[in-house]
């Protein structure tokens, strides 16, 4: 049991020239010693310093605060000093832990090395989940990772054990689940190297998806930065009852949002509604506010939180939690930027696309919007699972669901996958006979891990190029994101209506008013899905699949052979010259939308993920060029030929040329994979110009020495052409808030200038002067 104990605080303001200080008399000790999980049974959870940091920044700011705000400010490395503005300051914060998947560990990782550090200085984990293509099944699919990723495996492994990381082994499930199910509880900080990290919000945590350069400061001990969030409230009434479920919240939040409506801010649920959902779903309805740009999303604590630790061996936590119940909800009175209201009981079950994530349509309409459209109405494939729905109450309902078509002698008429979202889930839902019904409507398991929902798909059912339509559980649908076909119309909804419409076999399939036909002729409806929200026997963990980091890893070895072509050691980025920068070319100008998708692929690319001249060769292959519409066809303005961009870039660098990317709105929205941001710096890429940029990827540039700069007017967008070429002026007087000048000479030799803005602090500024934030951490040490 923890050990801890409840003193009370007092707290002494002291007024003296002129500004106010702040002393706590006698503080909280309840830094206590818990079971995080089964793998940590001896952790420090630290609400004490939460508690005190909130009573400072609530008394200096003088108003009742919102969740998100107590729980970052909570984590202020200075309380008293730091400037707090919503939208504008910069915060440094202290995090609690960090979280690593596979594909994005091994850029961290390399970069950690890189530091010279001898051993991470916060709890740090790496989850192997992103290496494991889909094929034929779960046993068959996993002992095939094994084999192909055996050098990047190891290579993670040895790195952790070294370096203080905890690693769960391929098979343990997606980062995400296990956080939720081990390191994730109301209060905590947690940065991870994945877009989806949100999901952690619905057990009351912030958990901020980042990458890796900036997970690499937290794991050296360094205060994180992090733009003071705005704050949106969605106030949730009625309860969630029949068809609808959790997912549909998001899914009209995101119609109502877009994907980039929740840009620098955290979405904060409250209301009365929030105790009609479990755990696990307000899990998935964070989860998914990636998909809105958002910086995180949370629930605050209340029982079913509670229910759930003490369900997933951690109610020693549950019981500090109940001790410090008013920091892990909103005061009363707190003001939110903007507020959106929900009613669950008058909500009704949607689904979203294709091909982006806020297209919304109730699921009643649309059929009608698809026949309007020319969207294929039948259903190849139907997927649930996933980091967003794979919980066992999402298991649950759709096996109950399967057992009624079985009952009346029906399979699915589409094919249909299961993913299950960790080991543990797994391992109890066959237990229970889910995974056996699934299976026996015609469902195939596949392994615990990412999978078909990150593109991680051997697809052999169409061709590329044929026009089809797949309906998912999973969070994103950007074209091609699932199976490298850009024809494929992939709409994200419900594991519940996932299920329907792969029994119906059609898009316009609705299971509220519409009859299927049993094996004996018999019309029928499907009854509204119904699940245990956890399992009453308690869960089955299944095999164990995690490494603990020995004590002292400094005598380890971490091989990287010079030949490999799947990692490769990195060398520091050059400094900046001093100068301005000056008749830049640009390689391309994007037209339209332009996710990390279009700029680093995933798939089959995800193999080069340790290996950054390797994995340069995707560079923007998707992103469509204005100047002929075409996607990787470029013109090499030195040669006159054209060719793909990675290749041109090339070309340019090693003719000392450097160049500019030109592109639209939320450039750089979806995963939080640096390698966006690697590959161009890698390939000569100095600065980035767009209308506006999604916040991780933004960040990600700086880190790695680019400009990311906005058109103070982004009509401006129309003045640059593909064959001019750009000055960046002003750079010796680079400072925080004040415009840069962009010069654009153009081929008829008449020129213009445009001015650019920067989201650029002092600190921040200091990166790109020396190269990159990795460069500036090993001039600081």
Known sequence: MASYCLTVTRLRLVLGSGARRFHVCSAFNAKAKVAMSRFEPNSTVNYGK???????????????????????????????????????TYLRLRPDRVAMQDATAQMAMLQFISSGLARVAVPSTIHCDHLIEAQIGGVEDLQRAKEVNEEVYNFLASAGAKY????????????????????????????????????????????????????????????????????????????????????????????ILTVKGGTGAIVEYHGPGVDSISCTGMATICNMGAEIGATTSVFPYNHRMKTYMEKTGRGEIAVLADQFKEDLVPDNGCEYDQVIEINLSELKPHINGPFTPDLAHPVSEIGATAKKNGWPLEVKVGLIGSCTNSSYEDMGRAASLAKQALDKGLKCKSQFTVTPGSEQIRATIERDGYSKILRDVGGVVLANACGPCIGQWDRKDVKKGEKNTIVTSYNRNFTARNDANPATHAFVTSPEIVTAMAIAGTLDFNPETDYLTAANGEKFMLEPPTGDELPSKDFDPGQDTYQHPPADGAALTVIVSPSSNRLQLLEPFDRWHGKDMEEMRVLIKVKGKCTTDHISAAGPWLKFRGHLDNISNNMLIGAVNIDNEAINKVKNLLTGEFGGVPDVARHYKANGVNWVV??????????????????????????????????????????????????????????????????????????????????????????????????FNKNQIEWFQAGSALNRMKELQ
């Open 50 to 88: 939460m508690h005190e940091n909130i009573i400072i920044v609530r008394q200096r700011l003088g108003r009742p605060l919102t969740l998100s705000e107590k729980i970052v400010y909570g984590h202020l490395d200075d309380p008293v000093g730091q400037d707090i503005a919503r939208g504008s």
């Open 164 to 255: 203080g990381v905890g690693f769960w082994k391929p098979g343990s499930g997606i980062i995400h689940q296990i956080i939720l199910e081990n390191y994730a509880y109301p209060g905590v900080m947690l940065i991870g190297t994945d877009s989806h990290t949100p999901n952690g919000g619905g057990l009351g945590s912030i958990c901020i998806g980042v990458g890796g350069a900036d997970a690499v400061d937290v794991m050296a001990g360094i205060p994180w930065e992090l733009k003071c969030p705005n704050v949106i409230g969605v106030k949730l009434t009625g309860s969630l009852s029949g068809w609808t479920s959790p997912k549909d919240v998001i899914l009209k939040v995101a119609g």
């Open 662 to 759: 030109v592109g639209d709105d939320n450039y750089g929205e979806g995963s939080s994979r640096e390698h966006a941001a690697l590959e161009p710096r890698h390939l000569g890429g100095r600065a980035i110009i767009v209308k506006s940029f999604a916040r991780i990827h933004e960040t990600n540039l700086k880190k790695q020495g680019l400009l990311p700069l906005t058109f103070a007017d982004p009509k401006d967008y129309d003045k640059i052409r593909p064959d001019d070429k750009i000055s960046i002026t002003g750079l010796k007087t680079f400072a925080p808030g004040k415009p840069v000048t962009a010069v654009i000479k153009h081929s008829n030799g008449s020129q213009e200038s445009i001015t650019l803005n920067h989201t």
